[in-house]
């Protein structure tokens, strides 16, 4: 086991993700190339050793958190390979545990390390330097996580409410199969045959799999396989949650960047009026973003602002504020851009908005600090979470991933008031209201508390399931919500799942315990 470390306290941290799960296993791998992952998985599949692989361990699903054998992670494959361009869009290839800052630093530069690229994408590269601006708009909250780790649970973000999740931007994707084949799928390219599908390895065999017969629900939506009938088979890899294959190459496309980015932070004394603005702001254009912050997540703002540090700069929020829409105007002039910031000002005087509860943010300074703002909130609730765990308490973050369809946000909103208030639980929500997807976190004071939330997320899981949604909308299943998916599509389609999966990891290996257990006979 050259290749293949023995797991010491030296790795203990590999033990854990961002869901503050820890998990375990006898040894970890760090590939530096496709070869060392080929020859890790082939001795791994000899051996019948679980693999589980990691990008950056930002994932809120425990899908990087090992159940037993071997870790393998991808922080070392983390280079650019090449770039090209077909006449519309650049694309560029790169190494799974390449970080999203990173790969921003390097478009917003123009600055790649282009050791071993071909001539060709020199060419590229030398058009792509005097070409405009570009970005890759997909934009999890954790900018530090790996490109692999994105592709692998279609990650989202706040912008896409405009853009959309990270699939539509992967164009192929190389992994290595648990017995160390190597397949390549490419936007375009091969498709299913109504439920049928073929993917072939580059050694010219083949993995064939019947597709679940389930319907997948009309939301954002991060819930187990993609599944469509005649459906391009790149998009069954993608979102597979690690446990098809190992991603060594991902080919992403980039976008022109606009040339106006404004945001704007909307400040609401009642729920009720902030809600109406959210539906009634959708319907027009040019908004690259919807987001909302509930009161109780204003109100650890406030605590954390006043303990100063980190949190010192962030606006003073007035105490008669309940609620915060923050906005985003994406416009090619500023002539485009004040157009959407007026229709903006005329929305939020409907709604009951005044001009002195609005922030406005028109250079990169004032809107990194309303972006500072969205991103403390979350990050307060972690530091809550992990203040109560150093004090003794068994518990981990408990929040909601899970949307619905257009139409229901008023009616999950009542629904996780309602159950938080009957237990008499502590929350605080924010998130993607703009498409339909707010996160509903719970704050336990016991162990007792916690227990009762898992089981109210179980509850919340059947509503937003009956009601057409989605269980998990952005971060993936991994090993946590499990049962979720379970009671989004009823076993007898789980059990389809996992004939699928047994068709490319026939031992069982790769990602043990990610979106659904091992069942005997299947």
Same mark, same amino acid.
């Given at each position: 086991?050259?290749?293949?470390?023995?797991?010491?306290?030296?790795?203990?941290?590999?033990?854990?993700?961002?869901?503050?799960?820890?998990?375990?296993?006898?040894?970890?791998?760090?590939?530096?190339?496709?070869?060392?992952?080929?020859?890790?998985?082939?001795?791994? +599949?000899?051996?019948?050793? &679980?693999?589980?692989?990691?990008?950056?361990?930002?994932?809120?699903?425990?899908?990087?958190?090992?159940?037993?054998?071997?870790?393998?992670?991808?922080?070392?494959?983390?280079?650019?390979?090449?770039?090209?361009?077909?006449?519309?869009?650049?694309?560029?290839?790169?190494?799974?545990?390449?970080?999203?800052?990173?790969?921003?630093?390097?478009?917003?530069?123009?600055?790649?390390?282009?050791?071993?690229?071909?001539?060709?994408?020199?060419?590229?590269?030398?058009?792509?330097?005097?070409?405009?601006?570009?970005?890759?708009? %997909?934009?999890?909250?954790?900018?530090?996580?790996?490109?692999?780790?994105?592709?692998?649970?279609?990650?989202?973000?706040?912008?896409?409410?405009?853009?959309?999740?990270?699939?539509?931007?992967?164009?192929?994707?190389?992994?290595?199969?648990?017995?160390? &084949?190597?397949?390549?799928?490419?936007?375009?390219?091969?498709?299913?045959?109504?439920?049928?599908?073929?993917?072939?390895?580059?050694?010219?065999?083949?993995?064939?799999?019947?597709?679940?017969?389930?319907?997948?629900?009309?939301?954002?939506?991060?819930?187990?396989?993609?599944?469509?009938?005649?459906?391009?088979?790149?998009?069954?890899?993608?979102?597979?949650?690690?446990?098809?294959?190992?991603?060594?190459?991902?080919?992403?496309?980039?976008?022109?960047? %606009? &040339?106006?980015?404004?945001? $704007?932070?909307?400040?609401?004394?009642?729920?009720?009026?902030?809600?109406?603005?959210?539906?009634?702001?959708?319907?027009?254009?040019?908004?690259?973003?919807?987001?909302?912050?509930?009161?109780?997540?204003?109100?650890?703002?406030? $605590?954390?602002?006043?303990?100063?540090?980190?949190? $010192?700069?962030?606006?003073?929020?007035?105490?008669?504020?309940?609620?915060?829409?923050?906005?985003?105007?994406?416009?090619?002039?500023?002539?485009?851009?004040?157009? &959407?910031?007026?229709?903006?000002?005329?929305?939020?005087?409907?709604?009951?908005?005044?001009?002195?509860?609005?922030?406005?943010?028109?250079?990169?300074?004032?809107?990194?600090?309303?972006?500072?703002?969205? +991103?403390?909130?979350?990050?307060?609730?972690?530091?809550?979470?992990?203040?109560?765990?150093?004090?003794?308490?068994?518990?981990?973050?408990?929040?909601?991933?899970?949307?619905?369809?257009?139409?229901?946000?008023?009616?999950?909103?009542?629904?996780?008031?309602?159950?938080?208030?009957?237990?008499?639980?502590?929350?605080?929500?924010?998130? +993607?209201?703009?498409?339909?997807?707010?996160?509903?976190?719970?704050?336990?004071?016991?162990?007792?508390?916690?227990?009762?939330?898992?089981?109210?997320?179980?509850?919340? $899981?059947?509503?937003?399931?009956?009601?057409?949604?989605?269980?998990?909308?952005?971060?993936?299943?991994?090993?946590?919500?499990?049962?979720?998916?379970?009671?989004?599509?009823?076993?007898? +389609?789980?059990?389809?799942?996992?004939?699928?999966?047994?068709?490319?990891?026939?031992?069982?290996?790769?990602?043990?315990?990610?979106?659904?257990?091992?069942?005997?006979?299947?």
């Amino acid at each position: 086991m050259e290749k293949i470390r023995q797991l010491t306290e030296e790795y203990a941290g590999y033990l854990r993700d961002e869901s503050r799960n820890t998990g375990r296993a006898e040894g970890i791998a760090f590939p530096a190339s496709t070869e060392d992952i080929v020859e890790i998985m082939k001795e791994c +599949h000899e051996k019948g050793l &679980r693999v589980t692989v990691q990008g950056a361990r930002t994932g809120l699903a425990a899908a990087a958190v090992p159940d037993g054998g071997v870790i393998l992670n991808l922080s070392r494959m983390n280079r650019v390979l090449g770039m090209r361009f077909d006449g519309n869009s650049y694309y560029v290839t790169v190494e799974p545990g390449l970080s999203l800052l990173e790969f921003r630093k390097m478009l917003s530069t123009k600055r790649f390390d282009t050791r071993g690229w071909s001539s060709e994408s020199m060419e590229v590269y030398a058009r792509f330097a005097k070409d405009g601006e570009f970005f890759f708009s %997909p934009d999890p909250t954790e900018a530090t996580a790996s490109i692999g780790g994105m592709a692998a649970c279609n990650a989202s973000g706040a912008r896409t409410y405009k853009y959309g999740p990270t699939r539509p931007y992967i164009q192929s994707v190389t992994m290595v199969l648990a017995d160390g &084949r190597i397949l390549t799928e490419k936007r375009g390219g091969d498709r299913a045959k109504g439920l049928e599908a073929s993917f072939v390895c580059e050694d010219g065999s083949s993995v064939d799999v019947s597709l679940p017969t389930f319907t997948m629900p009309n939301v954002k939506n991060a819930s187990g396989y993609y599944v469509k009938p005649d459906m391009e088979l790149i998009d069954l890899i993608i979102g597979s949650d690690g446990s098809l294959g190992v991603f060594t190459e991902i080919e992403v496309r980039l976008l022109p960047l %606009p &040339r106006f980015i404004w945001g $704007a932070s909307l400040l609401f004394e009642r729920e009720d009026d902030s809600l109406e603005f959210a539906q009634n702001i959708r319907e027009q254009e040019g908004f690259g973003a919807l987001e909302f912050f509930d009161s109780d997540a204003l109100d650890i703002l406030r $605590a954390q602002k006043e303990k100063g540090a980190a949190f $010192a700069a962030l606006p003073a929020i007035p105490e008669n504020i309940t609620n915060v829409i923050y906005t985003e105007i994406h416009a090619g002039t500023e002539e485009e851009a004040l157009d &959407r910031l007026f229709v903006l000002g005329r929305y939020f005087e409907e709604a009951g908005g005044k001009e002195e509860n609005s922030w406005i943010a028109r250079d990169g300074s004032e809107l990194d600090r309303l972006i500072f703002f969205r +991103h403390a909130i979350p990050e307060s609730v972690n530091m809550l979470i992990d203040q109560k765990r150093k004090s003794g308490l068994n518990i981990t973050k408990m929040s909601s991933d899970m949307s619905v369809p257009a139409g229901r946000l008023k009616d999950v909103m009542a629904m996780y008031r309602s159950t938080i208030k009957e237990l008499g639980l502590k929350s605080a929500a924010w998130g +993607h209201i703009g498409n339909d997807h707010v996160h509903f976190n719970i704050l336990p004071d016991s162990e007792e508390q916690y227990a009762s939330s898992k089981e109210l997320f179980k509850r919340w $899981a059947a509503w937003v399931s009956e009601s057409g949604g989605a269980v998990s909308a952005e971060h993936g299943v991994g090993k946590l919500k499990a049962d979720f998916l379970t009671i989004m599509y009823g076993e007898d +389609h789980i059990d389809e799942m996992r004939r699928l999966k047994r068709c490319f990891d026939p031992k069982w290996q790769l990602g043990a315990g990610n979106m659904f257990s091992e069942k005997e006979g299947i």
